[in-house]
C-alpha cells in the first residue's frame, strides 16, 4: 500500500509539474501574443496619425492622396517690413473666393514663415489658382489630355503620374518608379520627391 501512495504521490507531483509548465507557457504564449497585437496596433495607429498629420513641411509641397484628393502647403519667408500682413491675408481670402474647387485651412505666420494650407477639388484647379502648369492623374488619363510619356517612364510600370513646372516637393501615395527633370527622388522616403526646376520647364514623377 505505501508503494502505491508512493507510486500515486509520484505521478500527482509529475501531473502538478506538467500542469504548471503548461500554465506558464500558456502565460508566456498569451504575453507574446499580447505584445505582438499592440505592437501592430501602435503600428497602425502611428501610420494612420502620420498620414493625417503629414509629418512636419518645411518647404512647400504638395500631396496626393490615393483618393486622388490634393492639398499644398505653401512655405514662404515673411518680412514684416515688406508685407503687410493683413493686406496679405486679404488679398488671399479674396483669391480663394474668386477661385473654383479650392479651400483653405488659413494662413499661418510665426518666426518669419509663412504657412498657406490649400486643398482643391483637381488638379486643374491647383493649376488655375498657382498659374502654373500641375497634371495629378492616371497615366492613360494624362495621355487623352495630350501629355506624352517616354518609354522609360512607361517601362517603370507606374499608373500615375504627378507633374509641376514650379520648384516643390511632391508626396505620393505609393512608391515612386521614376522620376524626370530637375527632380530627385528622396533616398529616405521612396514616396517623397524634391523638385528644383525653374519656370518654363516641367518635371514628373510616375507611381
Request: one cysteine or more; proline letters at 1%.
Amino acid at each position: 500500500m505505501s508503494q502505491q501512495v508512493g507510486r500515486r504521490r509520484k505521478k500527482k507531483r509529475k501531473r502538478d509539474r506538467g500542469r504548471l509548465i503548461a500554465a506558464r507557457l500558456i502565460l508566456i504564449l498569451v504575453a507574446v501574443a499580447a505584445i505582438a497585437v499592440t505592437g501592430f496596433i501602435g503600428y497602425k495607429l502611428y501610420g494612420l496619425i502620420s498620414d493625417m498629420s503629414g509629418g512636419d513641411v518645411t518647404v512647400t509641397t504638395v500631396k496626393v492622396s490615393n483618393s486622388g484628393k490634393i492639398s499644398q502647403t505653401i512655405v514662404e519667408e515673411f518680412d514684416p517690413g515688406f508685407y503687410d500682413e493683413e493686406g496679405l491675408r486679404a488679398d488671399i481670402e479674396e483669391k480663394i473666393k474668386a477661385s473654383d474647387g479650392v479651400d483653405s485651412d488659413g494662413l499661418e505666420i510665426e518666426d518669419g514663415v509663412a504657412v498657406l494650407r490649400l486643398k482643391y477639388d483637381s488638379d486643374d484647379a491647383m493649376a488655375a489658382f498657382n498659374d502654373e502648369v500641375f497634371y495629378a492623374d492616371t497615366m492613360d488619363a494624362l495621355k487623352k489630355q495630350g501629355v506624352t510619356f517616354g518609354a522609360d517612364a512607361i517601362l517603370a510600370g507606374g499608373g500615375h503620374a504627378v507633374i509641376v513646372s514650379e520648384a516643390m516637393d511632391i508626396k505620393c501615395p505609393k512608391r515612386i518608379l521614376y522620376a524626370e527633370g530637375d527632380i530627385t527622388i528622396d533616398p529616405d522616403n521612396e514616396k517623397l520627391a524634391h523638385c528644383t526646376v525653374q519656370s518654363g520647364d516641367v518635371a514628373f514623377v510616375v507611381y
